[in-house]
């Protein structure tokens, strides 16, 4: 079994790149990790691709749904929900929803795929993650801030 090695892997994409007008493969590699895809065979590269990109999607998908429907959540979790204002809750629904249409495109694909098709699918999700990873520095970076300020306040009577 041969392995690609990166420099491989960056040529195959560059023509794909070129091909189907893709984002460059640095940006695509800040984002969605695909160099890890040199160390796998396959004739299927915009499926990888696309593997990858569900890979961080689903996590981040998981995440908020734990954030909006805590039960059996971790610990760290409902101190989190405890400093999140009405608009946090919001923002954090709006994004579910933008990553779960993502997820809901990912399974179409993968019962129907073809190289088009997740090309035009990586090209899509690379845009709409550009907004939504906005979105969740932003959110993110309040409920970092209001954390701060509770704990600033003190944490109340343990008992």
């Given at each position: 079994m041969k ?11 560059k023509?794909?790149?070129e ?9 695509m590699?800040q ?7 040199a160390e796998?065979?396959t004739?299927?590269?915009t499926?990888?691709?696309r ?7 689903y ?5 908020i749904e734990?954030i ?7 610990m ?5 929900i ?5 608009e946090?809750k919001?923002?954090f629904?709006?994004?579910y ?5 993502i997820?809901?495109?990912?399974i ?6 073809s ?6 699918f990586i090209n ?5 993650w ?6 969740l ?7 970092k801030?209001g954390k701060?300020e ?6 109340g009577?343990?008992?």
């Amino acid at each position: 079994m041969k392995e690609f090695d990166l420099s491989e892997l960056k040529q195959r994409y560059k023509k794909l790149q070129e091909k189907y007008k893709l984002p460059d493969f640095e940006e695509m590699n800040q984002e969605f990790y695909i160099e890890k895809i040199a160390e796998l065979e396959t004739d299927f590269l915009t499926r990888e691709i696309r593997r990858f990109i569900a890979d961080k999607i689903y996590n981040y998908l998981r995440f908020i749904e734990t954030i909006l429907n805590p039960a059996n959540a971790p610990m760290f979790i409902f101190s989190v929900i405890k400093s999140m204002t009405l608009e946090d809750k919001k923002k954090f629904n709006d994004i579910y929803e933008k990553l779960a249409e993502i997820d809901i495109e990912l399974i179409k694909l993968d019962i129907e795929s073809s190289e088009k098709k997740d090309a035009e699918f990586i090209n899509n999700v690379y845009i709409s993650w550009k907004e939504i990873k906005k979105e969740l520095i932003d959110v993110v970076g309040r409920l970092k801030k209001g954390k701060s300020e509770e704990k600033d306040r003190g944490s109340g009577y343990f008992g």
